[in-house]
């Protein structure tokens, strides 16, 4: 596998949603972690996020690439009501929240739960949260759409293609399964600051953000979707919803993962597969959190009920799974109430359901 340079690292572009639609800008693709490029007045008293906080008038949101269409498509129809003005940036799950621990911004997208580093870098910080489940995921496997020799694969196979071990030493698809081609297999993935690497990580390799590191990483899932749809080789995952708004140009592969609880054999991702649980063990809910300093600023409110009351269809547009009605209830108490923390204490919870935890927390 040749390792394959498409760039070097560079800063975010943040995307500002008002009367008009937003257009994302196209991160860099990069072989190593993103780089965070810190504000000037980067402490919780003069960031920009706080000054927003006081004057109001300005939602400013960053994190996930997987959760920016939900939010995109939610603050689009919400400022047609409001006049509020919603600044939306992608930076990843784990840029996002150091911005949102910096208080650089209010609200923070992440496909995944915060980790327990966050959690202490924004403690330090004095940032207080409310976590609130705003969808499902099932995370795509996907390659070229002429690889006719691949249709499925077991949890244990992509361990032995991602596992850190793997690195310099299965370089070809005939090394992943006996019949597979003598050729080389080149990867893609999310870049390390991503949620959607992280949940990736410990579901398949069994340890958190450990990966091998020969592979083309991207914070922008778009970036993806160009380079496993133009490599015959390339082997890439990232969000479902990427790949539904991409079937054209990818095949997608599903996964086995040996648990016939889950369903017998191999299960491929679908809003059917992800909302009942037989697509394991890559299917996963997906987050944004609230700063509690601002949570009752009236813009702040209006917003985040809109988001969890109207985003049903919304959802669905984007190529989401929507939460049972139910569980938006209950996020919206869980909201309403200022209830601090995470449900998730210790990170992701591989197989999870959110109504459960929310009922119980």
Aim: glycine share 12%; hydrophobic share 40%.
């Amino acid at each position: 596998m040749t390792k394959q340079e498409t760039g070097k690292d560079m800063q975010k572009t943040p995307v500002l949603i008002m009367t008009v639609a937003a257009a994302m800008a196209i991160s860099a693709c990069s072989k190593h972690a993103p780089t965070e490029q810190s504000a000037p007045g980067a402490n919780a008293d003069n960031a920009p996020g706080a000054g927003a906080q006081q004057a109001g008038g300005t939602i400013a949101i960053d994190g996930s690439s997987t959760v920016f269409p939900i939010t995109e498509a939610v603050a689009e129809e919400f400022q047609k009501t409001s006049e509020a003005n919603v600044l939306i940036g992608v930076s990843g799950t784990g840029g996002g929240f150091k911005k949102f621990c910096k208080g650089e911004t209010i609200i923070s997208g992440a496909s995944r739960p915060i980790k327990p580093t966050e959690v202490e870098m924004c403690g330090e910080a004095g940032i207080k949260y409310t976590e609130l489940p705003v969808a499902y995921d099932g995370i795509a496997i996907v390659v070229h759409r002429d690889a006719k020799w691949v249709d499925t694969m077991t949890v244990e196979e992509l361990k032995k293609l991602w596992a850190p071990e793997a690195q310099g030493k299965v370089m070809k698809w005939s090394q992943v399964r006996t019949g597979w081609p003598d050729e080389e297999i080149h990867l893609f993935g999310p870049g390390v600051d991503s949620g959607t690497y992280d949940y990736f990580t410990k579901a398949i390799v069994g340890t958190e953000h450990a990966s091998r590191g020969d592979f083309t990483s991207s914070e922008d899932d778009n970036v993806l979707v160009q380079g496993v749809s133009t490599d015959p080789g390339g082997l890439g995952f990232f969000g479902f919803a990427y790949y539904a708004s991409n079937r054209d140009k990818l095949k997608l592969i599903a996964i086995d993962d040996g648990n016939e609880d889950n369903g017998k054999g191999a299960i491929a991702p679908s809003v059917k597969s992800v909302a009942n649980g037989t697509y394991q063990p890559l299917a996963r809910p997906i987050f944004i959190y609230v700063a509690q300093s601002v949570a009752k600023r009236a813009d702040v409110d209006a917003f985040i009920t809109y988001y969890l009351t109207k985003s049903i269809p919304l959802v669905t547009e984007t190529g989401y799974i929507p939460l049972p009605p139910g569980a938006y209830e209950l996020a919206l108490k869980r909201f309403k109430d200022n209830i601090a923390g995470s449900l998730f204490t210790g990170g992701s919870k591989v197989g999870v359901t959110v109504e459960q935890l929310l009922a119980g927390g």
